[in-house]
């Protein structure tokens, strides 16, 4: 039986989108306010999909406190409470972009969950009104 489960998440995070090889000027066109200087934060929600066979012996696709360890320890550690552009190596030079924080995961998880075993989804809530999600859904 192939089945889907999810797990949710919660980390806070400062950021500042910019552009290095644009003008300060050009930064502030496309990227607004969210080009401030001093940075600025959200408080991101994350839901990472897990897809694949269950096993016959214990009825699990996975442990979900195993999938919990796994995220607490590999996201929500590495993120939670930092400035990403400046506390974070993923971001050093890529820009944290809520579509790149999104892939970002993905690879950080793909990395720790079988491949053969396990399709993962992971959407990420910028606010409660904009959401990413990696891998993009197929077109209809």
């Known amino acids: 039986m192939r089945i889907s489960i999810y797990r949710r998440a919660h980390f ?17 066109k496309i990227f607004g306010v969210c ?13 990472v999909r897990l897809t694949g066979e269950v096993d016959p012996e214990t009825g699990y ?3 979900l406190k195993d999938l919990k360890e796994l995220i607490e320890v ?13 506390d974070t190596e993923e971001f050093k030079t890529l820009n944290p972009t809520a579509e790149h924080i999104c ?3 993905w690879k950080i998880l793909r990395k720790h969950l079988d491949a053969e075993k396990y399709d993962i989804g992971v959407k990420l809530w910028e606010t409660p009104r904009n ?10």
């Open 131 to 140: 959401y990413v999600e990696f891998p993009a859904p197929p077109r209809l």
């Open 35 to 47: 080009n401030n200087d001093n940075y600025h934060g959200h408080n991101y929600e994350l839901e």
């Open 61 to 63: 696709l996975i442990d």
């Open 103 to 105: 892939f970002v995961i």
């Open 74 to 86: 590999q996201i929500e550690q590495r993120f939670d409470h930092k400035n990403l552009n400046l």
């Open 12 to 28: 806070n995070a400062a950021h500042r989108l910019n552009n290095p090889n644009w003008s300060a000027e050009k930064n502030k």
